[in-house]
């Protein structure tokens, strides 16, 4: 016998068929000339599935399940035979409403997929809508069912960089050509295509990985009255790439505009790292909407207060995933292969990551189930993993969050390099471990030296320009009397407060970015940089500019001397990151700076070879770095002391004759503050002069005079 037919439509679609159905899959799926659906609801009384005409349609045919034919122990499923790729649909689940016990069902309000891997919001979408009582029909949100096979990929390979060669830029996919002077057409501004234009400046300045900050299908609207949802935190969907990055507004534009990208990008050479939140929705807090998990198990997809059952806040946006719940650790797995498998990215950098180490109480585990499936996980194993390692709730695990394979963010480094570049006392010992790879933190004998995710600024912050133009933040514009944002940034104006014409403090805090970025690119770990940071990009203060969707967070792309001068310290500088010399890239031998200091001989110097000053007074250290492997040494200076050091430099290693060559000085005026690499290097002396607040490189060795 067929499949029994139901019998509960209301509404009228002639061409077709209503079947019982599977739970084999969750979400939207094509199958046998129609579509299975299939949701997981446990406690829900009754469901109805809603087929769209259009997005704004709001009159839909509505299918209405028979708990004895379309449930199977937790899940509802139907098969709709006679609709395919493109077909809007939502949910309505019907059930007890009592906020007490941590159930929170509302049978008007229409509500996404989980496993939505497309969601558009229609003209007339209204967050508050699905806030308020009554229906929200006419302005919700919509699934979309895609078929994920058809789109040709045209033998993508993902460029798979080792972390020791990888230097990443942190970007905004709206940002990075959302302002006119991108040069892009109207159309493309701000979109996952206009990165594409942009691609041959990526390529310029030397990144090998993009990390993007999120691009989940996220609520514009969740912010501020009067603001935008900018950074793109508090993710709608799972799976939904954003569609407001979508130069395609088509159904379906936005997920094969996105493989666009990343396709192009690995065919440069660019790797694509998603910034993906699995901590929080836009669902928001008790008295938020409810468009998807809030209206299907609240308690099993939220860490609900054990005592109050209200929504816990570990997350600093109002709820808190439960990320230890066996069907939301099913959901975040599957959301994860879903982007390597169907949309080719190559890594992932999670949000608050520490979450997910925290059990369905809000308590932290040793071994948190999550965390520990995500590090083992065959079909992510050739995936970068970064981890932010805390959380809202103030639990800190950078150099301990469970699993092996994790990169960190090493805020510890952020913090310790600004504070002794800009001159704190006490901070020499402290800068010295985090230029090294931070082994106070992470234990080298159980990790590469690449764990440590190295930077100096990131989106959550100043920007690198800002780091040394303003002492305070100034965020009035976000409308919350300048309360939001860190108030510890270790910044320093150099006399003035914001923008100057005085060319001498100009010139300071152009040397000292240059010093900032030198730390960063030279360190121990993998460094990431912030988008426009490479040309002195700001905000003019404002060090959290999540609603600012605005010419303040936009890229502006107009350089004068100031910015071309730091684009070009920064990509050559990267390209020393990279690989140390052209002649041994010819010769086949791929040598990175970041692997020559970790598999070298370490010595720390003062300004007399081998006499570091560790006191809590010194303000300048040495570090010279014999490589094991290469015939190569390379000796670095930190002087942050505000006035000139004369450095007496040890003597080039016995079986490298020769002299010291000098790459770096960041006092100097370009072209000599960095000399491009394989051109001729300036040889200096036995003793060199450092000047106030001043970085240099020098390299020796036979590698070095052959590529001369």
């Not at 501004?189 to 990526?202: D, F, M, Q, V």
């Amino acid at each position: 016998m067929g499949e029994p037919v139901l019998e509960q439509i209301m509404g009228v679609l002639s061409a077709i068929e209503i079947g019982k159905g599977h739970c084999r899959r969750l979400g939207a799926n094509i199958e046998h000339d129609g579509v299975n659906f299939a949701l997981w609801a446990r406690l829900a009384s009754g469901v109805e599935l809603l087929l769209f005409s259009d997005p704004d349609d709001p009159e839909p045919t509505v299918i209405k399940l028979l708990p004895q034919l379309n449930r199977t122990a937790y899940y509802w499923h139907v098969h709709v035979k006679g609709i395919g790729d493109g077909q809007l649909f939502g949910w309505r689940v019907s059930g007890p409403w009592r906020p007490y016990e941590g159930t929170r069902f509302d049978a008007q309000k229409v509500l996404i997929d989980p496993y939505s891997r497309e969601v558009v919001l229609g003209n007339h979408y209204d967050r508050w809508a699905a806030a308020r009582p009554g229906s929200n029909l006419d302005c919700c949100a919509k699934s979309v069912v895609v078929d994920l096979e058809q789109y040709d990929w045209q033998g993508d390979v993902s460029p798979q960089h080792p972390m020791s060669r990888s230097v990443i830029y942190e970007m905004h996919v709206g940002g990075f050509t959302r302002d006119a002077s991108s040069g892009l057409s109207a159309g493309k501004r701000g979109t996952y295509a206009g990165l594409i234009e942009k691609i041959p400046y990526l390529q310029s300045l030397g990144i090998t990985a993009v990390e993007l900050l999120p691009v989940f299908q996220f609520d514009p609207q969740d912010a501020p009255p009067g603001k935008d949802n900018y950074w793109g935190y508090g993710p709608m969907s799972f799976f939904a790439p954003h569609s407001g990055y979508s130069s395609n507004r088509q159904i379906k534009g936005a997920v094969n505009e996105f493989r666009d990208m990343v396709k192009a990008l690995h065919k440069a050479g660019i790797e694509v790292i998603l910034d993906v939140v699995y901590n929080h929705t836009a669902e928001g807090g008790d008295d938020g909407p409810i468009f998807c998990f809030r209206g299907i198990d609240h308690e099993a997809y939220y860490i609900l207060d054990p005592l109050t059952r209200m929504n816990t806040n570990y997350s600093g946006c109002g709820n808190t995933l439960n990320g230890s719940h066996a069907v939301t650790k099913q959901l975040i797995i599957a959301s994860l292969r879903y982007w390597r498998e169907h949309m080719h990215v190559d890594g992932f950098r999670f949000d608050l990551a520490s979450i997910l180490s925290r059990d369905e109480d809000g308590k932290p585990l040793v071994y948190p189930p999550t965390l520990l499936a995500i590090d083992t996980d065959p079909v992510l194993a050739d995936c970068k993993m970064i981890a932010e390692a805390w959380d809202a709730g103030g639990l800190y695990q950078v150099g301990s969050l469970a699993g092996s394979r994790w990169r960190e963010w090493n805020g510890q480094f952020r913090d310790d390099v600004r504070r002794f570049i800009k001159g704190d006392e006490d901070t020499i010992c402290r800068f010295a471990s985090r230029m090294t790879g931070s082994p106070d933190i992470y234990q080298f004998n159980h990790s590469d030296p690449e764990k440590s995710i190295n930077f100096v600024s990131c989106h959550d912050g100043f920007t690198l320009w800002d780091l040394v133009s303003y002492n305070e933040k100034h965020n009035e514009g976000n409308g919350e009397n300048n309360r939001d944002g860190m108030n510890d940034n270790y910044s320093w104006n150099h006399g003035v407060e914001g923008e100057t014409d005085n060319h001498e403090i100009n010139e300071l805090r152009i040397r000292q970015c240059k010093n900032l970025m030198t730390a960063n690119l030279l360190s121990i770990g993998t460094p990431m940089v912030l988008m426009g940071d490479e040309f002195l990009r700001t905000q003019h203060g404002n060090n959290n500019a999540y609603c600012q969707n605005t010419q303040l967070s936009w890229m502006n792309w107009a350089q004068g001397p100031r910015q071309r001068q730091m684009f070009r310290f920064v990509s050559e500088l990267i390209q020393y990151r990279k690989f140390l010399f052209s002649r041994a890239r010819q010769e086949g031998l791929q040598v990175s700076l970041s692997e020559i200091l970790h598999r070298s001989e370490i010595c720390w110097h003062g300004v007399q070879a081998y006499s570091p000053d560790w006191s809590p007074q010194s303000h300048a250290i040495a570090l010279s770095a014999v490589s094991l492997e290469v015939d190569v040494a390379i000796y670095m200076i930190f002087n942050a002391y505000w006035k000139p050091l004369h450095f007496h430099l040890p003597l080039p290693p016995q079986d490298m004759e020769g002299s010291w060559y000098r790459i770096v000085d960041t006092s100097l005026p370009p072209p000599e503050d960095i000399t491009p690499l394989g051109q001729p290097l300036t040889k200096i002396a036995s003793s060199y002069q450092v000047q106030a607040r001043t970085a240099c490189l020098f390299v020796c060795g036979a590698l070095l005079r052959q590529s001369q």
